[in-house]
């Protein structure tokens, strides 16, 4: 934006001395015998240089609260953009949590099933087992013959 400035005054410079050269008698030999006759232009140029540099004035007042406006202009759109960097930086660690979180859920969601299979694999193992031990279930003879040798047992050891 400094540049703006320097960049603004050139084309007012250019304007101020076109207007002082228009203003000025020429100097060639030829008008110079007439100008004579003329009124003098110097008073005729006076007014026209002093508009020139009034509108040239004006025209660098104006161009420097635009300019200041457009540095302002430009300071918010930096800070708006500092945000929008920060906001998108944000963001990512966001989606980079939500990545993380998700992946921690699917471990867990893991480790439950294994769980509940592990613990179905237990249930069906003690259901063989109690159908096992349903169709061993002794006959009557053969618990009276494990009642005698249990009292013949304590017959002989006391």
Do not use: H, Y
């Given at each position: 934006?400094?540049?703006?400035?320097?960049?603004?005054?050139?084309?007012?410079?250019?304007?101020?001395?076109?207007?002082?050269l228009?203003?000025?008698?020429?100097?060639?030999?030829?008008?110079?015998?007439?100008?004579?006759?003329s009124?003098?232009?110097?008073?005729?140029?006076?007014?026209d240089?002093?508009?020139a540099?009034?509108?040239?004035?004006?025209?660098?007042?104006?161009?420097?609260?635009?300019?200041?406006?457009?540095?302002?202009?430009?300071?918010?759109?930096?800070?708006?953009?500092?945000?929008?960097?920060?906001?998108?930086?944000?963001?990512?660690?966001?989606?980079?949590?939500?990545?993380?979180?998700?992946?921690?859920?699917?471990?867990?969601?893991?480790?439950?099933?294994?769980?509940?299979?592990?613990?179905?694999?237990?249930?069906?193992?003690?259901?063989?087992?109690?159908?096992?031990?349903?169709?061993?279930?002794?006959?009557?003879?053969?618990?009276?013959?494990?009642?005698?040798?249990?009292?013949?047992?304590?017959?002989?050891?006391?």
């Amino acid at each position: 934006m400094k540049n703006w400035k320097s960049k603004i005054l050139i084309p007012a410079m250019l304007v101020l001395m076109s207007s002082v050269l228009s203003g000025q008698a020429p100097s060639t030999p030829e008008r110079a015998s007439s100008a004579q006759n003329s009124p003098n232009l110097t008073t005729r140029a006076k007014p026209d240089i002093l508009a020139a540099c009034a509108a040239a004035a004006e025209e660098l007042s104006k161009t420097r609260v635009l300019v200041s406006e457009l540095e302002s202009e430009n300071q918010l759109l930096n800070s708006r953009l500092q945000t929008e960097k920060q906001a998108t930086v944000l963001l990512g660690e966001l989606n980079e949590t939500r990545k993380s979180e998700n992946a921690a859920l699917r471990t867990a969601i893991d480790s439950k099933n294994e769980t509940i299979a592990a613990k179905d694999s237990v249930i069906a193992a003690q259901e063989k087992l109690v159908e096992s031990l349903r169709r061993k279930k002794a006959s009557p003879w053969k618990r009276v013959g494990d009642v005698l040798i249990g009292a013949a047992a304590v017959f002989i050891l006391r």
